[in-house]
């Protein structure tokens, strides 16, 4: 069986970290069944240069958000694990309250209850005790609170090094292989 990772977009901003990731993705062979919100949709359409067909393309399977008889809605899917990426307070509210009103919540829902991997990259700033409390409550759940805080060790040039280094944090954790940015202690 290959690789098999869920990638849901939900509306905040910062979709440039999930179109990176599923081009990585596919460069490392890896089937990817992709999931995106309709505010996920118009974010890529404010934020960059890709139209929602093209990042619909990156992904092997796509799923309409509203779709909960769909594959990835069941724990006998098997599945490596998902990433939300980026992830809304929104969206953390539903997975850390079990509310799985649409199928990137069940999904999460679904990956959680199956133990396997789960990775939100919640995106906002300031952050509240409310929105905190929801963080930890999905960690609690066995989720991964993984925000897109740049690292500067690397020493990173462009914007995509900065993006990258997330992604590669983001690999670590699901076991994939990468050569995303320098590690601490690596003097390449």
């Not at 999931?35 to 118009?42: L, N, P, T």
């Not at 992904?59 to 509203?66: C, G, L, P, R, S």
Request: aromatic share 6%; charged share 25%.
């Amino acid at each position: 069986m290959s690789r098999r990772i869920v990638v849901g977009i939900s509306g905040a901003s910062g979709v440039v970290y999930a179109v990176r990731m599923l081009k990585l993705l596919k460069d490392c062979e890896i089937e990817t069944h992709l999931i995106i919100s309709e505010a996920g949709k118009r974010n890529i359409e404010i934020e960059t240069d890709y139209d929602v067909n093209q990042v619909l393309g990156l992904a092997e399977y796509t799923y309409d958000n509203k779709n909960m008889a769909a594959a990835i809605a069941s724990g006998s899917f098997f599945t490596e694990g998902m990433v939300v990426i980026p992830c809304t307070v929104k969206t953390l509210s539903g997975i850390a309250n079990c509310y799985t009103e649409n199928l990137i919540l069940r999904a999460a829902d679904v990956t959680l209850k199956e133990r396997r991997k789960l990775v939100m990259v919640v995106r906002e700033t300031p952050l509240h005790k409310g929105h905190l409390r929801l963080m930890g409550m999905a960690a609690d759940m066995g989720a991964l609170i993984l925000p897109p805080v740049p690292s500067f060790y690397h020493q990173p040039k462009t914007i995509e090094d900065i993006i990258d280094q997330t992604i590669g944090k983001i690999f670590d954790h699901l076991g994939i292989e990468h050569n995303l940015f320098r590690r601490w202690g690596d003097n390449r």
